[in-house]
């Protein structure tokens, strides 16, 4: 996005890329629908970006849901919005969109540079490692979009961290965000449901304030935890409870159109031959995967007292003691500290250094939010690089 504003103004631009090909993390965004933005009123969509919503206000601004469809509508792609509330191109692929993308790019004269791994700086020059060698280049303005530390194998690895805190740039320590949870399943259950989703449950959390956060939605059960939309739209306060205290709990609601008397008026009337398990089905419609939660959590005295029973199915809480180690996550939080860029996004540090995208601290939870920023911020640092140059 830096690229496409800067070569409009007629800038030489050269993109450097370590990996063997250009935008292969966001080849992977589109792999199970190509979710652009979203379409929910502007000031909802601002507060999905939490504690920097604040420094992201004016980007988001300026590039916001309705532009961003206008800028992928102009290269040649339709766009709809879902049921959710999510902007997807309407044949739900990345891969057409990229392509028209670096089509029109090339024919502005921007350059394309693979495995050019940068190594930092020689005095005013920036080092790259390349199959034929170092090669140093000398930019009149420079635009870092290195990623976070997620899907490594993409190209993110957040190996610039060391790099720039050697400049002095003020660097929040990189998380995962958006990712699953390490519970600590017994064999026996992690065997059996491993895999499984856990559908139409409602989950609720405690955040640092004392409010609580609650989402419905489903996930899926994994050998070593949970993951899935539920728990990434919850994953923020989730992990911080667990680097406050080492754990975090989820509460999770089995049952959310039943009230907790209905629930234990039922599972009162007489159980006859039934097994537990025809009984939970029968009275309550809980089967499969919910009835291996509620033993796998509960002790057996639990199931031979209804109320304590309807108690534990509308409020279930899961010990959380991990999250995923952030190479598994879908991004990543921390990273360039908003205090350490002016108002262009350029470092303090490295006058005529811009930063865009993930590699600056915010967080944001998936559904277009995330897209929507890195293009957002590489826009600003682009007319934050015109300024620099003094063309415009």
Excluded at 160 to 174: N, Q
Aim: proline share 5%; charged share 20%; hydrophobic share 45%.
């Amino acid at each position: 996005m830096a690229a496409e504003v800067l070569s409009a103004a007629g800038v030489g631009v050269e993109v450097c890329d370590a990996m063997p090909s250009v935008g292969r993390k966001f080849l992977l965004a589109g792999k199970g629908g190509m979710n652009i933005t979203h379409g929910e009123a502007f000031e909802r969509f601002l507060e999905r970006y939490g504690a920097r919503s604040a420094q992201l206000a004016p980007h988001l601004r300026a590039f916001d849901p309705a532009a961003l469809r206008a800028w992928v509508h102009g290269l040649g792609i339709g766009t709809f919005v879902g049921s959710s509330g999510r902007v997807f191109p309407t044949d739900m692929k990345s891969a057409p969109l990229l392509r028209a993308w670096l089509h029109r790019l090339r024919e502005r004269g921007v350059r394309f540079h693979v495995r050019h791994r940068w190594q930092g700086w020689d005095n005013d020059d920036l080092v790259f490692a390349t199959p034929a060698g170092a090669r140093r280049v000398r930019a009149g303005a420079v635009v870092l979009a290195l990623g976070g530390a997620s899907w490594p194998q993409l190209g993110s690895d957040g190996a610039w961290v060391a790099t720039l805190a050697a400049s002095d740039v003020d660097i929040a320590p990189l998380r995962p965000a958006n990712c699953g949870f390490d519970v600590g399943w017994s064999e026996g259950f992690a065997a059996r449901f491993a895999g499984e989703p856990v559908k139409s449950v409602v989950a609720r959390v405690l955040t640092t304030d004392g409010a609580t956060l609650q989402r419905q939605g489903e996930f899926t059960i994994t050998a070593s935890g949970i993951e899935g939309g539920l728990i990434y739209a919850l994953s923020a306060p989730l992990r911080d409870a667990i680097e406050r205290k080492g754990h975090s709990e989820l509460v999770l609601d089995l049952a959310p159109g039943r009230t907790e008397q209905q629930l234990a008026a039922a599972l009162a009337r007489p159980r006859g031959r039934d097994s537990m398990a025809n009984h939970l089905r029968k009275r309550t419609g809980i089967t499969g995967v919910k009835v291996g939660l509620l033993r796998e959590l509960l002790p057996a005295e639990v199931f031979t007292a209804p109320l304590r029973l309807a108690t534990s199915i509308k409020a279930l809480p899961l010990h959380l003691i991990a999250p995923r180690p952030i190479a598994e996550a879908i991004s990543t939080a921390g990273g360039v500290r908003f205090e350490a860029l002016d108002e262009y996004l350029m470092l303090r540090a490295r006058p005529g250094v811009f930063c865009a995208g993930e590699m600056l601290d915010w967080e944001a939870p998936t559904g277009g939010y995330l897209l929507t920023a890195c293009l957002a911020t590489g826009r600003a640092a682009a007319f934050g690089a015109l300024a620099w140059l003094g063309r415009g």
